[in-house]
């Protein structure tokens, strides 16, 4: 039974700086992607980031590309979002996905590709 546990949300002002985690526990690397998504009230989960473990290829979402960067720890079992430059449009509450089927780079930052979601982190930029 996979569980994806997000942690290191919280307050920040504009131009702070914060690193989410994502510890993935009985994850077996039967797939190749994990990602990060944002959802803001009253709006749809949106892309933030993702890798394609296989290669080790990372996407970003073109509102966060040279401020976000998503990393891995295979030791630990984690994944990072580490946020730099935050804005108060960052606000939202943050996701950990994984995919537990065989996924493909071209839908990394598509929210159907993963079938794992962690409960989420909030992050406030004022």
């Known amino acids: 039974h996979v569980q994806l546990v997000e942690s290191g949300g919280g307050s920040v002002q504009s131009g702070g700086s914060l690193r989410l985690s994502c510890e993935a526990s009985?994850?077996?690397?039967?797939?190749?992607?994990l990602g990060w998504f944002r959802q803001v009230p009253g709006k749809e989960r949106e892309a933030v980031a993702a890798?394609?473990?296989?290669?080790?290829?990372?996407y970003y979402a073109g509102s966060v590309k040279g401020r976000f960067t998503i990393s891995q720890d295979n030791a630990k079992n984690t994944v990072y979002l580490q946020m730099n430059s935050l804005a108060p449009e960052d606000t939202g509450m943050y996701y950990c996905?994984?995919?537990?089927?065989?996924?493909?780079?071209?839908?990394?930052?598509?929210?159907?590709?993963?079938?794992?979601w962690g409960r989420g982190t909030q992050v406030t930029v004022s």
């Open positions: 996905a994984a995919s537990s089927t065989r996924c493909w780079p071209s839908a990394l930052l598509d929210g159907t590709t993963y079938n794992i």
């Open positions: 009985g994850y077996r690397r039967s797939s190749n992607c």
């Open positions: 890798i394609y473990l296989h290669s080790g290829t990372l």
